[in-house]
Nanobody
Framework: VQLLESGGGLVQTGGSLRLSCAAS????????IAWFRQAPGKEREGIAC????????SYGDSAKGRFTLSTDNAKNTVYLQMNNLKPDDTAVYYC????????????WGQGIQVPVSS
């Protein structure tokens, strides 16, 4: 199983980014897929998660109203659209599949840096 994140990079406050997570070895519609992030010195935080069984997406408080998780089953890819970014959003963002709890999963991407400048 491989989850490959892309789309990160330096962005200014108020800007937008779209992260992509291309999966191989699994079908994204068969598993709960989530985005997490971890800022320096902080615990890993759940951002968004889509349930394969229910077809619903839930968001962490910091993501509500600004971030949107979407999937493209044809491309076997999951996206995280991030709008109105803030310096507090600076973190390494991870894609994960087969989520087991609100902070753990069986499959992880390598992570991608998203620095937000003030």
């Amino acid at each position: 199983v491989q989850l490959l994140e892309s789309g990160g990079g330096l962005v200014q406050t108020g800007g937008s980014l779209r992260l992509s997570c291309a999966a191989s070895g699994i079908n994204v519609d068969d598993y709960d897929i989530a985005w997490f992030r971890q800022a320096p010195g902080k615990e890993r935080e759940g951002i968004a998660c889509v349930s394969s069984e229910e077809g619903t997406t839930s968001y962490g408080d910091s993501a509500k109203g600004r971030f949107t998780l979407s999937t493209d089953n044809a491309k076997n890819t999951v996206y995280l659209q991030m709008n109105n970014l803030k310096p507090d959003d600076t973190a390494v963002y991870y894609c994960a599949a087969d989520v087991t709890t609100n902070s753990s999963a069986n499959f992880w991407g390598q992570g991608i840096q998203v620095p937000v400048s003030s």
